[in-house]
């Protein structure tokens, strides 16, 4: 056994693990799909509900996670056993869906890692080709080899440990990440675009306006509910929480770290990079198509984006690497999460050293990232899906499923079971005493009490309900 797994791994003290965590939050969820749902459901209304639901049910389940890890000390395979044996198998599914997740969430990383390349090889203009993007995912070989590449970068940082593998990469790639992002917003809010025929001049800072003033037009009480539900959707996601994940990081904050503050911190840096990115992609999208919506999913990045970087002819082409390059460091430190949560526990499953498991799972994802490329040639199979959650409708690839699989119904049960656990069998006041430790002072308990046994598991019923297309 090497020395990693004799000695306790840990960050070395809380800047370390908020941007690791905030590593873990940050990704493709804030980028793509934040904005996207933005434009969908009300601008600064949805922004205005996520918030709030943020300080409330986000805070809850996050702060529960990370206080779960640190009190037991175990990564998320053997936490939910040592609170409570009824309790097992959440362990076993904490460590199963970071698994299918990063299968899928891998390739998407391979995905963009394609695109950053072509900007920097000057066929940035090609990605803005009607059909480039389906091509590419049609070609058997191509997807697969730049998700190889994007795996062996994730494994590699997760093979160096804790500390010198994810806290040193976090320290140097979470700010680095924001200032890119916070240069292509205001880059974005800045442009301007004359319509040729109707002589129309269309500005950054009016699709600024669209996206953060809320629009009540044609509100109804169950279009509003179906924003609280999407926003609620989101915000679990875009937390990384009810996947292990907090709670593997978790065992590794040591006890002299404030968990509200950086819950709180944590929580900052999501918000915020889901709120920047609206405003990089927003103002643009205005500009250059005359409509604040730029599409939905996989199609937003790969297939409106580039058409609006070609627009801006060869400043484009600047903006759109260094976009790309953004969005690799944000899907690279959550694709660190999700192999860490994994090689965490099959760490203590196998009793394997870190540097045995992260070669084995190397080798294992890449298996199951070539099944998820061939998803989309080789493999033909489709398989109904409810209409809201369908790419074309009716049904999904092999990555559509996982994605619904593990976001619609693996992290509502998971966040159910977590909730029954520490609010009615251990009771809240056993997470409570862990965020006090070392005389901490916690405000929020009676809020934290009634969000945990009753507020966050109808929630989470309900989002059940929603996964089922018929609500
Ligand atoms: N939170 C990440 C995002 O917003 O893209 C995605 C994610 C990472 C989800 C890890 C779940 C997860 F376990």
Redo the contacts with the bound molecule.
């Keep these: 056994m090497d020395n990693q797994t004799k000695k306790k791994a840990s960050f070395t003290g809380t800047i370390g693990f908020v941007l690791a965590a905030a590593g ?8 793509w ?2 904005p996207y749902l933005a434009a969908q459901n009300g601008g600064g209304l949805f922004i205005l509900i996520y918030i709030l639901l943020a300080l409330t049910c986000g805070f809850v389940l996050l702060i529960t996670d990370i206080a779960i890890g640190r009190k037991t000390g175990k990564s998320a395979l053997e936490a939910f056993g040592a609170a409570s044996s009824k309790f097992k198998f959440l362990g076993a599914l904490s460590t199963i ?2 698994t299918l ?2 299968a899928y ?1 891998a390739v998407i990383g391979g995905w963009i890692l394609k695109y950053m390349v072509d900007y920097f090889t000057g066929q940035g203009a090609q990605t803005a080709t009607d059909g480039y993007f389906g091509a590419f995912l049609a070609s058997p070989v191509s997807p697969i080899v730049y998700t190889l590449i994007f795996l062996a970068a994730t494994a590699l940082i997760v093979y160096k440990g804790v500390e010198k593998g994810i806290e040193k990469f976090s320290k140097i790639i979470m700010p680095g990440l924001i200032l890119l992002i916070i240069g292509i917003a205001v880059f974005s809010v800045t442009r301007s675009y004359t319509d040729p025929v109707t002589g129309v001049t269309r500005t950054g800072f009016e699709g600024m306006y669209q996206y953060f003033v809320p629009n009540f037009d044609g509100m109804t009480v169950s279009h509003f509910f179906k924003i609280v539900m999407d926003a609620m959707c989101q915000l679990f ?5 009810a ?3 907090m709670i593997t990081y978790g065992s590794y904050v040591k006890k002299e770290t404030s968990l509200t503050k950086s819950v709180i911190q944590i929580e900052a840096f ?1 918000s915020g990079v ?1 709120i920047l990115a609206g405003l990089m992609i927003i103002p643009a999208a205005f500009v250059f198509t005359g409509s604040v919506d730029a599409g939905a999913g996989p199609g937003l990045i790969f297939v409106a984006l580039p058409k609006i970087f070609e627009a801006m002819g060869v400043v484009g082409h600047i903006a759109g690497a260094v976009f790309f390059v953004m969005v690799v460091f ?2 690279l430190t ?2 660190i ?2 192999m860490e ?1 994994v090689v965490a526990g099959c760490m203590t499953l196998f009793k394997k050293s870190r540097k045995q498991v992260s070669w084995i799972a190397f080798v294992a994802f890449a298996a199951m990232g070539v099944v998820v490329c061939f998803g989309y040639n080789l493999i033909t199979f489709r398989m109904p899906l409810p209409p809201s959650f369908a790419v074309d409708a009716t049904t999904g690839t092999i990555l559509d499923i996982l994605d619904f699989f ?2 619609y119904i693996m ?1 509502p049960i998971i966040s159910l079971g977590t909730c029954i656990m520490i609010g009615w069998v251990k009771k809240p006041q056993w997470i409570i005493s862990e965020i006090e430790e070392g005389g901490k002072h916690f405000k929020a308990k009676a809020m934290y009490s009634i969000i945990i046994r009753y507020v966050a598991p109808v929630i989470v019923i309900i989002m059940l309900f929603k996964a089922t297309g018929k609500f």
């Design positions: 873990s939050a940050v990704g493709l969820g804030n980028i799909r934040f869906v970071p997740i990063l969430y996601y875009s937390l990384s929480v996947m292990g994940i999501d889901a944000a899907a959550s694709c999460s999700l949560t593990c976001n992290l």
